[in-house]
């Protein structure tokens, strides 16, 4: 059986992600910062017949990455690594708007880059010993269009008027990770990926996912999750080092 750890997999796209590859008959790795909310999903899909095992695990803690990894290479090894987990702190008081860039304090840009961007790679790191082992695996860096140089310097896309720093920054950091990765990758199985899923209604973009469901442009975590999924059932002879979004390859 083919297994999967995903980072911040307790709720939203993580955890839609989870049930999809669950129903691949993936085992799941159902990573969580939370003991308890990750206990609580992964029973959640449990009870629907899905093979889950719930994974603590804090992306900004070294100590945490290792020992989940560990676990993992321990217990039948990992054939897909999913970087889901990530944060929007722009530094503003709940409720408020984002502050823009001159005025992000540099301890919020810290937060966001230790769970965007060195989350995402120290997990790389510490389970690509087993990735390697496995027949064919897969790295999938969930990121946003708002890391896109291509769309953040098109003056007609929409997206521009979010300019929030920490995040956009992060994300694109994370896109040339996911590039030099699969530089890196190239001459073996491993296909290494990012993904900007859409907007989703989740708990990231500010108002509560309850909130943002059925909000026109908003999409829901299901529907975000099948790009992630096909990306980690990429077939041996597709693409590497590549940004996808719902229409297709997107700009880097």
């Known amino acids: 059986m083919p297994s999967v750890l995903i980072s911040g997999a307790n709720k939203g796209l993580g955890l839609a992600v989870a049930r999809l590859l669950g129903r691949e008959g993936f085992r799941i790795w159902l990573g969580s910062r939370s003991v308890a909310t990750g206990a609580v999903a992964a029973a959640r899909l449990r009870a629907e017949g899905l093979d ?39 530094g503003a008081p709940a409720g ?29 790191q510490a389970t690509l010993p087993a990735l390697l082992r496995a027949p064919n695996g897969r790295i999938i860096n969930v990121s946003s269009r708002l890391g896109s140089f291509g769309h953040q310097t098109d003056p007609d896309w929409p997206g521009r008027t979010v300019n929030k720093l920490g ?79 719902p229409g297709g390859e997107l700009p880097w």
């Open 52 to 90: 889950v095992v719930s994974l603590p695990l804090d992306v900004t803690d070294e100590a945490s990455i290792a020992a989940a990894a560990d676990r993992v290479e321990a217990e039948g090894g990992l054939d897909v690594l999913i970087n889901n987990a990530a944060i929007m702190d722009e």
């Open 96 to 124: 408020q708007p984002a502050r823009p860039p001159s005025a992000v304090p540099l301890d919020a840009l810290q937060r966001s880059y230790a769970t965007n961007l060195f989350g995402p790679i120290r997990l790389i």
């Open 167 to 245: 995040y956009s920054s992060s994300k694109a950091a994370l896109n040339m990770a996911t590039v030099l990765f699969a530089y890196e990758l190239r001459h073996t199985p491993i296909k290494v990926n990012a993904v900007s899923p859409g907007i989703i209604a989740t708990d990231l973009n500010g108002e509560g996912a309850d909130a943002l469901r059925g909000r026109p442009g908003f999409e829901t975590p299901e529907e975000g999750a099948r790009l992630v999924v096909a990306c980690a059932l990429i077939p041996d002879d597709g693409p590497s080092g590549k940004l996808f979004g």
